[in-house]
């Protein structure tokens, strides 16, 4: 019987999950397809329900779907629980859900894949506070980067998400902008700069020392405005292909026992977008 992967979420149309996935079955010659699943928040529960009964072997979850699936589920691991997010769903060999987190990790062996190991385990500034910013920090933490500073437009937010960590920082994204210097490793993580080039910056990254680490999880445009004024001011960059690329690696090899190509695809994504990756 063919296996079958699918990724749930509300919107869907936007997801590059299946051109990834289907490379990478194709690639591994596994009898299997990824399909994408409209699934309105108020359907959630009977989708996943639908997708046990029709032998789906395992799916990826995206907003705003990530929290309100974790009831749903037979079990959650340590970081998704730590989280308070799924975005991956594996159907164990007994037929049971489990739950796991892989943005985190994604961001850091993007991160490592391109500026090597302990890259940059310094002072690190996270702009954003919503669930990115958190299984980056989780996932920065477990790999011994930190200390750890947020900035957010909400500072109350920012508060919340510091408490859950060990000796977090908060500043606000004026104090921010006028201590960046201090940073040697810096994580965009909100949604501004999305679609557009030109769609503005959450804070101004001008004031950057030279070879600062400068991320943004962003990938549709490939560099925004923040990524190219952090560049032009000496700071190396990176966008968000490699961080989409590494968490869809981890869910599929769980799935599938077997490591995809994610510099392959890293670069065919990157062409996809026509663009070169930064």
């Known amino acids: 019987m063919k296996k079958w992967y699918a990724v749930i979420g509300d919107p869907i149309h936007q997801s590059m999950s299946p051109f ?12 299997a397809t990824y399909i994408p699943h409209h699934i309105r928040p108020e359907h959630l529960g009977e989708a996943v329900e639908s997708l046990k009964r029709l032998g ?22 340590e970081t998704a629980k ?6 991956t769903v594996e159907v164990l060999p007994d037929g049971k859900l489990k739950g796991y987190n892989t943005d985190g990790s994604g961001f850091v062996y993007a991160l490592e894949e391109k500026f090597g190991p302990a890259c940059s385990k310094g002072n690190v500034l996270v702009i954003g506070a919503g669930g990115a910013a958190k299984g980056i920090c989780f996932g920065l933490l477990n790999k011994g980067y930190g200390p750890i500073t947020i900035t957010n437009r909400t500072l109350e937010t920012a508060e919340e998400l510091a408490a859950q960590l060990p000796q977090a920082d908060v500043l606000s994204l004026k104090e921010a902008e006028q201590e960046i210097g201090k ?3 810096i994580v965009q993580t909100t949604s501004v700069g999305m679609n557009f080039a030109d769609a503005g ?13 400068v991320a943004d999880i962003i990938y549709n445009p490939l560099e925004t405005a923040f990524l190219r004024v952090a560049r032009e001011n000496g700071a190396k960059t990176i966008n968000g292909v490699g961080m989409f690329v590494h968490q869809g690696a ?3 090899e769980k799935w599938t026992n077997l490591p995809p ?9 990157t ?4 663009g070169i990756s930064c």
């Open 82 to 87: 730590k989280m308070n997010a799924v975005n």
């Open 261 to 269: 190509n994610t510099e392959k695809m890293i670069e065919k994504i």
């Open 271 to 274: 062409e996809k977008l026509g």
């Open 183 to 185: 940073f040697d490793l």
């Open 20 to 31: 990834m996935h289907d490379q990478w079955l194709e690639e591994q010659k596994l009898d």
């Open 201 to 213: 910056m959450p804070l101004n990254p001008a004031s950057i020392q030279a070879g600062t680490i």
């Open 250 to 252: 981890i869910a599929f």
């Open 56 to 77: 789906c072997s395992g799916w990826n979850v995206t907003v705003p779907h990530k929290t309100a699936i974790i009831p749903l589920l037979d079990e959650i691991d």
